[in-house]
């Protein structure tokens, strides 16, 4: 397993600004990702954040809206620009070790849009 | 067709009582399920992982899979008021995960 913090734990942001969301392990770990869960909802998926490379970003989602960056094996940004009120939602960032399959997540980000 | 359907609930049960929460799946290519419990405003945690058929058991936690039948259980016994959560259910076939939408429980004392 791992301990993953995230910061911040929560934010309050106005319309138009953006925010960076860091995503930390004690550990260095081969894969890490970013979800986001929207209010009684699953994960979604938004991008897995590759070490030394530009991220990979699912459908739906674009660099230029969930920029990330990952320049270590234990580190990790996302940051949500431009934001709306539509971006209020709780961000995940969750890990994964060498040839295992299952993820281990951080506490996330409540973010809140204004 | 959804690849995982999950019963969202809510499932309100007393305590003490047997609680059996399901998904099922479309994809044969999934190899490997997992559990996790998440607390309100808190992150998932991984609760069990089990990466083959048949039954897995952690203290008060069985999962169990049927490949055959597509379909995953996973059952708390003797169950607590701090077991009061939202469960998910997620798979992979070795690339993208897949989550249930989750199922509330809720453990009355």
């Known amino acids: 397993s791992a301990v993953i913090s995230q910061k911040p734990s929560r934010d309050i942001c106005q319309r138009g600004t953006s925010l960076t969301i860091q995503c930390q392990v004690d550990s260095q770990v081969t894969m890490m990702f970013w979800y986001r869960q929207q209010p009684g909802q699953s994960l979604t998926l938004i991008a897995t954040?590759?070490?030394?490379?530009?991220?990979?970003?699912e459908s739906g989602f674009v660099i230029d809206k969930f920029p990330i960056s990952r320049p270590n094996l234990t580190f990790s940004t996302l940051t949500v620009s431009n934001m709306s009120p539509e971006d209020s939602s709780i961000y995940l960032c969750?890990?994964?070790?060498?040839?295992?399959?299952?993820?281990?997540f951080g506490p996330g980000t409540r973010l809140t849009v204004t | 067709q959804k690849e995982v359907e999950q019963d969202p609930g809510p499932l309100s049960v007393p305590e003490g009582a047997i609680v059996s929460l399901n998904c099922t799946y479309s994809?044969?290519?999934?190899?490997?399920f997992m559990w996790y419990r998440q607390y309100s405003r808190k992150g998932p945690e991984l609760l069990m992982y089990?990466?083959?058929?048949g039954n897995k058991e952690d203290g008060r936690f069985t999962a169990q899979v049927d490949k055959s039948s597509k379909y995953i259980s996973l059952f708390i016994r003797d169950s607590q008021p701090s077991d009061s959560a939202t469960y998910l259910c997620?798979?992979?076939?070795?690339?993208?995960?897949?989550f249930g939408t989750g199922t509330s429980l809720t453990v009355i004392p």
């Open positions: 994809n044969s290519a999934f190899q490997y």
């Open positions: 969750s890990v994964e070790f060498e040839g295992y399959y299952e993820q281990y």
């Open positions: 954040a590759n070490q030394g490379s530009e991220a990979t970003y």
């Open positions: 089990t990466y083959s058929s």
């Open positions: 997620a798979m992979t076939g070795g690339n993208q995960f897949y």
